[in-house]
């Protein structure tokens, strides 16, 4: 049997740390390199714990879900020295707890075992022989009030909640949660105290290999905040296939009643238990859980006390009359924190608290189980009306489908608000300040791709009040800061939700957008950084100032639209004979869809922007036709409507001028509504490349006419060039050298013989192609830059306005045709994007004195 060193004089050890060797060899930890059993584990911890040295130190860790800090959280609590738990993946706070509490030992991260860095022989500090973890508070990071912990505390919590979720020696449990977060912690000393397996990694279940671990590992165990089961239902968890899953739980915030039964209805048909949990770091981390069979028909409830904890319903003050059954929530049991600790002084204080006031309003339903209703200490007095920010949140995703956060101060309401279609900020303001009596001036609404969280995944509350109100953002010129550019970021996107970890895609950037932000970019930072659409902004570093002189980069894509454009409007006039333009936007199309659109936003959301790329594309077009058609152009009805082409495929005539914006808009249309189921949703993640290459096949039956269709103008028509938009979708997804040469090869077996008699058309088409594949951005000129990016943003309404401007000056003199055509084209695109900015920012006035009385009135 593997030694520890003896404890400390005057101090304690956990037991479930230094009797890992009782366990002998059944396995401890399982990862992506290989198996760890109980026997190896202890000896590490030993090992480990000599290095620590004699004498109580204290240990500052930064928590990380790999081997190296589990041993030395391991060997610090079973050799009796106090440890100082951090997030590791928050420098900033593992900076300030350290400067705050000065720990006598330091660990840093490290390939395989951590290194110790001894920062003094013996302590700095005083301890209670009782305090053996510090933890920060669950809102807090890098706060210096942290709780502390006592050794009994941890062992109590450990074997409260192997209990009731009845953990065997045969269970093995993943880690979803950071190490630091108690959550995350209580998963891992539940499981080591039973002798189960954990299965270490740092993989969000959002990604594939965490569940090729999980399935290799025989998982049994799940445990997630609300935010995971968000991710859950984007991965498709309730498809898949994990025989050993015996039971998920879930903490970390209230999980909607809906959510709750859907999942334990998921469960009972899988064969697992779902139990919902409740706790606050103060206890250590768990003080209730829902028995899993109650979870359909109580699905609001925390449910019951843990196996040797109790609560009490104490009176508040502010609560009487029909709701006096409602009071603040009191936990009492073994797993109560010592108290906090505010400065090193404090970790020489023993018990401090007996109770612990959760600061949660509950009452006690018929069956017994308890219910959480409000928060106490997050109630607001704003002109004099008291409100529950939790409260504001729950109305809109109960009443509206809406997810948000709500925070403030007595001075407003701060909310932040996932986007969805047909709710602005307006709205929101409105239907807040009806159902609660506020003057819509006191709330400040804001609309976000997500909503801030911390890294457990619970709520920013913090962020959420640093948002404040919404102004006016000016552009520096020519900053590169992450300020500046977050300010460049906001006026090319009409966003007021920029943060430096905003990216182009998660703000809804698309291809429109695009080319102005890709322009200002190189001319910011003087190069074009690769995958910069999602990149965070505060990642966009510009390099040591040089001379650049005017040589720049130019991305393909953007190139390959205004040259296309320029091809097209030239051909049309016959200045010159290059065809194949509108064929190749057609693949940058697809190109751009996958790169914007498909993005890691939930499906609902995907489906969304794409709904809204269709109409930043149809309706110019529709208001351009009705123009048209009023000055006495050749189009009709059904040009107006875009069904021309699908109407009279064989058409020869002038109505066939927009054919490529209808199949477009048709395109778009059909991968929208394919994307919109939800297996096809998850196979498009699972196979982001064997997915468009599946379709570019079905599109190669249409175009080698191997279906039986009617009669279609081969060239022009939606079915017959699909295969064109799929190819470029394939194009972005391909991440290999091999996924490239497949999309290559498929290209030059297709294109060849689609224009027949136009080998030139078709070699425009494959050389324009094997540019987007192979070469991210070409060399260039500021000059041509913004020349070549004004016509890329304005490609499609060129297009749209050529046919009835070029023949003005078409008898006078080619050249000034198509410069008229191009020129024309740019300053619609442009009126048009300043006229759909105007009418987003337009307000109906009110003032603060009128709302304040409506609100007084509604009130009384």
Known sequence: ???????????????????????????????????????????????????????????????????????????????????????????????????????????????????????????????????????????????PKLVRLSYDNLQANAESIATYLGIRDTDRAVTTLPMHYCYGLSVIHSHLLRGAGLVLTELSVADACFWDLFRTARG???????????????????????????????????????????????????????????????????????????????????????????????????????????????????????????????????????????????????????????????????LGLRIDPDQVAAMLDERHGLSALCAGDDRGLTLAVVREAGWDERRIRRRVAEEFGLPARAIHVHLLPALPRLPSGKPDYQAVRTLGRPGETEVPPGGAGADDLCALYARILDRTDVTPDSTFVGLGGDSLSYVEMSLHLEERLGHLPTSWHTTPISRLQAPERKDRGRTRSLETSVALRAVAIVCIVGS???????????????????????????????????????????????????????????????????????????????????????????????????????????????????????????????????????????????????????????LGWAAAKARTKPQRLLITLAALASVPGFFPGEPRREAFVLIGFALLVWFPALPSHRRVNQVAGLLAASSLSIYLTHWQIFPILDGISEPLSVISALVFGIAYAKGADHLTRRLSTLRRPSTLRTEWLAARRRQS
């Open 1 to 143: 049997m593997t030694l520890l060193p003896a404890p400390p004089a005057g101090g304690h050890t956990l037991p479930l740390a230094d009797g890992l060797a009782l366990h002998g060899d059944h396995t401890a930890l399982v990862t992506a390199e290989g198996a760890i059993s109980y026997g190896e584990l202890a000896r590490r911890v030993a090992d480990t714990a000599r290095k620590l040295g004699p004498g109580r130190r204290l240990v500052l860790l930064p928590g990380a879900n790999t081997v190296g800090a589990l041993v030395v959280h391991l060997a610090a609590l079973a050799s009796g020295h106090p440890m100082l738990l951090v997030p590791g993946d928050h420098p900033k706070s593992v900076a300030a707890l350290t400067a705050a509490y000065d720990p006598d030992i330091v660990v840093h991260p490290g390939a395989g075992e951590w290194r110790i860095e001894e920062r003094r022989t013996g302590s700095a500090h005083h301890f209670h022989p009782d305090l053996a973890l510090l933890l920060s508070t669950s809102g807090s990071t890098g706060s």
């Open 220 to 382: 049994t165990a799940l445990a997630g905040v609300p935010y995971t089961f968000d991710l859950l239902d984007r991965v498709g968890f309730a498809e898949m296939d994990l025989p050993h899953l015996r039971y998920v739980t879930q903490a970390g915030g209230r999980l909607a009643p809906e959510r709750v039964s859907h999942y334990a209805e998921l469960g009972q048909r899988s064969g697992w238990d779902l139990f919902v949990m409740y706790g606050q770091t103060e206890a250590t981390a768990r003080m209730a859980y829902l028995p899993p069979e109650l979870a359909t028909a109580h699905p609001t409830a925390i449910g019951i006390p843990v196996p040797g904890g109790s609560f009490s319903l104490e009176a508040v003050d502010e609560i009487s009359g029909p709701e006096d059954d409602i009071g603040e929530l009191v936990y009492s049991g073994p797993n109560v924190m010592l108290g906090y600790a505010h400065t090193p002084a404090d970790l020489a204080l023993g018990r401090t608290v007996d109770t612990l006031r959760t600061g949660d309003l509950a009452r006690r339903n018929g069956e017994g189980l308890y219910e959480i209703v409000g928060r106490r200490s997050r109630f607001l007095k704003i």
């Open 572 to 726: 049309h006039v016959s200045l010159f004979e290059i065809r194949g333009g509108a064929h190749l936007l057609l693949a940058v199309a697809g190109f751009n869809f996958a790169r914007f659109l498909l993005t890691s936003a939930e499906r609902r959301d995907r489906v969304r922007r794409t709904g809204r790329s269709i109409a930043r594309i149809a309706v110019p077009c529709v208001v351009w036709t009705a123009f048209a058609i009023l000055i006495g152009s050749y189009y009709d009805l059904s040009n107006l409507l875009l069904v021309h082409n699908a109407l009279w495929p064989q058409d020869t005539g002038p109505r066939i001028h927009l054919w490529f914006v209808e199949a477009l808009v048709y395109m778009l249309l059909a991968v929208l509504a394919l994307l919109a189921l939800p297996a096809v949703d998850r196979a498009e993640r699972r196979f982001p490349y064997g997915l468009p290459l599946t379709l570019v096949a079905l599109g190669l039956l249409t175009r080698y006419e191997l279906v039986g269709l009617p009669e279609r103008a081969r060239i022009t028509d939606a079915v017959t060039v699909f295969w064109l938009f799929a």
